[in-house]
Antibody, heavy 120, light 110 residues
Framework: QLQLQESGPGLVKPSGTLSLTCSVPGDSINSSRHYWDWIRQPPGKGLEWIGGIYYTGRTFYRPSLKSRVTISVDTSRNQFSLKLTSVTAADTAVYYC????????????WGRGTLVTVSS | QSALTQPPSASGSPGQSVTISCTGT?????????VSWYQQHPGKAPKLMIY???KRPSGVPDRFSGSKSGNTASLTVSGLQAEDEADYYC??????????FGTGTKVTVL
């Protein structure tokens, strides 16, 4: 089991940019078996896949968020990051980072999640 | 890319079974055998319970089982225990490296 850990500001102003980082233990970020993904959950609501990245830098985004999302990876620091621009109150959510097993196509490890509130 | 449809709630007494459905389309659930189920306790991160429709990760009790017919997948929890009370979400591959989650089902152990 991988212990993933999200970090970043818990409060972002409307129209600003949400930035989060996920730390991955050891050298796991270079795993050829996993994608590294972001998933969010608005308070009291369900899960929504945002997008993911492979250690090579190949990215995949939810079509409805693609124009506002950038996911990047820093293999030297064993981290991957999320940037979401032009945020509104609708982007208020608990943001999870997770690993996605390429073979079984499932999210097999999750961070504890971090609440990001969009408010002035 | 609409969310998969799950019933909002399900319940059962200890020892009984409960089955949760997850309905999608031929572009997601019906098109691929990549349906997963996650258990989420309040304030906690989701935990993978079932992958590839019916397979259990190591450590998940065999009381949890999954199946699929057409565009609908199902999760059955047999021999309900108090610790099974949680929210459950399905998830399916939707092609072109897209993924869609279900709306979620709150399971109550009576």
């Amino acid at each position: 089991q991988l212990q993933l850990q999200e970090s970043g500001p818990g409060l972002v102003k409307p129209s600003g940019t949400l930035s989060l980082t996920c730390s991955v233990p050891g050298d796991s970020i270079n795993s050829s078996r996993h994608y590294w993904d972001w998933i969010r959950q608005p308070p009291g609501k369900g899960l929504e896949w945002i997008g993911g990245i492979y250690y090579t830098g190949r990215t995949f985004y939810r079509p409805s968020l693609k124009s506002r999302v950038t996911i990047s990876v820093d293999t030297s620091r064993n981290q991957f990051s999320l940037k979401l621009t032009s945020v509104t109150a609708a982007d208020t959510a608990v943001y999870y980072c997770a690993s996605r097993d390429i073979v079984v196509v499932a999210f097999d490890n999750w961070g504890r999640g971090t609440l990001v509130t969009v408010s002035s | 890319q609409s969310a998969l449809t799950q019933p909002p709630s399900a319940s059962g007494s200890p020892g009984q079974s409960v089955t949760i459905s997850c309905t999608g389309t031929s572009s997601d659930v019906g098109g691929y055998n990549y349906v997963s189920w996650y258990q989420q306790h309040p304030g906690k991160a989701p935990k993978l319970m079932i992958y590839e429709v019916s397979k259990r990760p190591s450590g998940v009790p065999d009381r949890f089982s999954g199946s699929k017919s057409g565009n609908t997948a199902s999760l059955t929890v047999s021999g309900l225990q108090a610790e099974d009370e949680a929210d459950y979400y399905c998830d399916s591959y939707a092609g072109s490296n897209n993924y869609v989650f279900g709306t979620g089902t709150k399971v109550t152990v009576l």
